[in-house]
Nanobody
Framework: QVQLVESGGGLVQPGGSLRLSCAAS????????MGWYRQAPGKQRELVAT??????NYADSVKGRFTISRSNAKNTVFLQMNSLKPEDTAVYYC?????????WGQGTQVTVSS
C-alpha cells in the first residue's frame, strides 16, 4: 500500500510556469513506472507524462513544455510545466504502478487563465 500526495497546483497566467510534486508514503526506489495524468471538466482522464527506468514519455500536447522527473531520495515525482496554456487547465493526478497495483493521488487543480 502507498499513499500519494500531490501539491504545487494553482492559478497561473498563460505563458507561466508551475512545478507539481507527488510525494509517496514509502520508498519509490523499486518502482518502475510513475506518471502524471490530468482531467479537464467534461473530459476523460488523459496521460500527461510517464517516467520509467527506460526513460520518459509525453503526450504530444505537452512535449517541449513539460518535464517529468523523480527523486528516489525524496520519494517524489515532479512535473515542471512551462509555457502553460489555457487548455492545460485540469486536475492533475499522480500515478504509481507497483506490480499488479495501481495507485492514484487525490489530484491538484491547475488553472491557466488571465
Amino acid at each position: 500500500q502507498v499513499q500519494l500526495v500531490e501539491s504545487g497546483g494553482g492559478l497561473v497566467q498563460p505563458g507561466g510556469s508551475l512545478r507539481l510534486s507527488c510525494a509517496a508514503s514509502r520508498s519509490i526506489f523499486s518502482i518502475n513506472a510513475m506518471g502524471w495524468y490530468r482531467q479537464a471538466p467534461g473530459k476523460q482522464r488523459e496521460l500527461v507524462a510517464t517516467i520509467t527506468r527506460g526513460g520518459t514519455n509525453y503526450a504530444d500536447s505537452v512535449k517541449g513544455r513539460f518535464t517529468i522527473s523523480r527523486s528516489n531520495a525524496k520519494n517524489t515525482v515532479f512535473l515542471q510545466m512551462n509555457s502553460l496554456k489555457p487548455e492545460d487547465t485540469a486536475v492533475y493526478y499522480c500515478n504509481l504502478v507497483d506490480g499488479l497495483y495501481d495507485y492514484w493521488g487525490q489530484g491538484t487543480q491547475v488553472t491557466v487563465s488571465s
